[in-house]
């Protein structure tokens, strides 16, 4: 079994930052990436990253602002949030699959979520 952890969650004003932590406890060689979901919305893609690294995704409303990246010693996917808008607001879900497209799309496997806030 799959299984996901996130962290580094919380509050920030607006134009601030934040670094989002997902750890693969169970390992393997899994393309991950990003969701988020605000009230009343539907879940949105945010960034993927294929287990190499090589290959990046990233919706238009965060280009130029997050940055995905991965440590594979750390089986850890992290998401640097840079110039935090209000919009941002969501819960966070890491997920994971057999590619980036899998991972856009379709993914397998998902975390618990994690809050995070932005003040304006």
């Known amino acids: 079994q799959v299984q996901l952890v996130e962290s580094g969650g919380g509050l920030v004003q607006a134009g601030g930052s934040l670094r989002l932590s997902c750890l693969l406890r169970?390992?393997?060689?899994?393309?991950m990436g990003w969701f988020r979901q605000a009230p009343g919305k539907e879940r949105e893609f945010v960034a993927a990253?294929?287990?190499?690294?090589?290959?990046?995704n990233y919706a238009d409303s965060v280009k130029g602002r997050f940055t995905i990246s991965r440590d594979n010693v750390k089986n850890t996917v992290y998401l640097q949030m840079n110039s935090l808008k209000p919009e941002d607001t969501a819960v966070y879900y890491c997920?994971?699959?057999?590619?980036?497209?899998?991972?856009?799309?379709?993914?397998?496997?998902w975390g618990q979520g994690t809050q995070v806030t932005v003040s304006s």
């Open positions: 169970t390992g393997g060689a899994y393309a």
């Open positions: 990253i294929s287990w190499s690294g090589a290959t990046t």
């Open positions: 997920a994971a699959g057999q590619n980036t497209v899998v991972v856009k799309t379709t993914p397998g496997y």
